[in-house]
């Protein structure tokens, strides 16, 4: 299967210009399409399916994160037809000129989840671990588990920034398969955010909830 290429530029408004190296990966699908999405009845962990929470497709509802993030962006679709993201940022924004020279709203903390719909299992895995390499080979990781939440395992990579163009000096990404699903759970800190990263987006995992397999 072939990737998409690497792009440099997020259209986001917190010019994460380290960004999510699973973003940078897919925006080059083009092909902006619309798609309507239903609930599911329950998740795969048991838990009754909250409208209220925030949806990535049918797939992923996430809660209310806590620790003062709002939920920023959820478009319906990101790009091709099975592909969503949603970001969440906590605290007070300030301008930042990104390289570009554009003037963007800068966050003391951001998460950012992705799901990358394929055809195939295996495909997802093949993201996954390219994902995985290309963020080993980018940033300082500092430590690597897995933990499981809500039944869904994931590979936990902590990572430091050592670039002063960067206004994220630190960060920690999960990466898991959900059925046919590729999908990242990011979350990027500014040196003013004080909250311990890792704890965060672990609970923050842990308000994630899958949809569960339909029955035949």
């Not at 838990?47 to 809660?63: D, F, P, Q």
């Not at 390219?130 to 869904?152: D, F, L």
């Not at 999908?183 to 994630?208: G, H, K, P, W």
Request: aromatic fraction near 12%; charge should be negative.
């Amino acid at each position: 299967m072939q990737f998409p290429p690497m792009i440099t530029k997020l259209p986001l408004t917190t010019s994460r210009k380290r960004g999510s190296m699973l973003l940078l990966a897919l925006l080059s699908v083009l092909l902006l399409t619309g798609c309507s999405e239903s609930y599911p009845s329950t998740s795969q962990d048991g838990t009754a399916w909250n409208e209220e929470w925030t949806m990535l497709g049918a797939v992923l509802g996430v809660e209310d994160p806590g620790y003062n993030f709002t939920l920023e962006q959820n478009p319906v679709v990101l790009t091709g037809d099975d592909t969503f993201y949603a970001t969440w940022v906590t605290g007070e924004s300030t301008e930042y000129v990104n390289d570009e020279e554009d003037t963007v709203d800068l966050y003391p903390a951001e998460i950012y989840a992705l799901l990358y719909g394929c055809t195939e299992e295996s495909y997802a895995d093949a993201a996954i671990e390219e994902w995985t390499a290309k963020e080993a080979e980018t940033y300082e990781i500092t430590e690597t588990s897995e933990i499981t939440c809500n039944g869904q395992t994931y590979t936990l990579l902590s990572y430091t920034v050592d670039k002063e163009d960067n206004p994220y000096n630190r960060g920690i990404v999960a990466f898991t398969r959900y059925e046919t699903y590729a999908i990242t759970v990011e979350m990027s800190c500014t040196a003013s955010y004080t909250e311990d990263a890792s704890e965060v987006l672990v609970d923050f995992l842990n308000r994630c909830h899958y949809s569960a397999a339909k029955e035949d």
